[in-house]
């Protein structure tokens, strides 16, 4: 009887060997064979489902975003204004050794992006979808009398990000360093800020 095969676990299989690959070893030792090695497959296995590695870089991103978005909905479930904040931007610093590794998958993805449309976009789509729950959060955390700063909940939203995704290059070039950086201690600074 022939072997039936959960094709979307298989992807996910695969996604989750790619993004383990490119934590460790960077995105030039991510090649086809040690990403079907990592995940116990033989090395002509991942062409019927990623036929490019960029294809695969792409799906990688996508994850760490689902992953992403996922801890940020269990972290700020039942908050609101401040708090969501908070919650929300510590699941994208990388504070601990997944976020870390999550920041090396993003940083490669980037460079890609710069000269891939398809990839822009869907770091368009994530930073946009990102940007308006920031701003949702800002906007009830205004509301609830936590954030009197007179700046804009978008500008917030910039900033935000800015610093989210900044840490997540020093990090990523720096990993010695950014310990000594308190980032929580940052972000807890500027959120004091916004309660002028």
């Not at 993004?19 to 090649?31: C, H, K, N, V, Y």
């Not at 972290?75 to 609101?80: D, H, I, P, V």
């Not at 954030?147 to 990000?161: T, Y």
Request: charged residues 20%.
């Amino acid at each position: 009887m022939p072997k039936i095969v959960d094709h979307d676990q298989r992807r996910l299989e695969l996604v989750d060997a790619t993004w383990r690959i490119i934590a460790r070893l960077g995105m030039e030792g991510a090649t086809m064979r040690e990403i079907a090695e990592e995940a116990g497959f033989a090395n002509g296995a991942l062409k019927p489902y990623f036929p490019t590695k960029d294809l695969l870089l792409t799906s990688a991103f996508a994850h760490v975003f689902n992953r992403t978005n996922q801890r940020i909905a269990t972290m700020t479930e039942g908050l609101s204004g401040v708090a969501a904040l908070r919650g929300f931007c510590a699941e994208v610093l990388p504070l601990d050794e997944e976020r870390v590794n999550e920041a090396r998958i993003v940083i490669p993805f980037w460079q890609k992006a710069l000269n891939d449309p398809d990839m822009a976009a869907l770091h368009s789509e994530s930073m946009s979808q990102w940007h308006t729950t920031i701003t949702d959060h800002c906007a009830a955390a205004r509301t609830a009398g936590e954030m009197n700063a007179p700046i804009a909940d978008a500008a917030v939203a910039d900033h935000l990000l800015n610093m989210m995704l900044g840490a997540q290059i020093v990090v990523a070039l720096s990993p010695a360093e950014h310990f000594s950086q308190d980032l929580a201690g940052q972000l807890d600074s500027y959120l004091a800020l916004l309660a002028g």
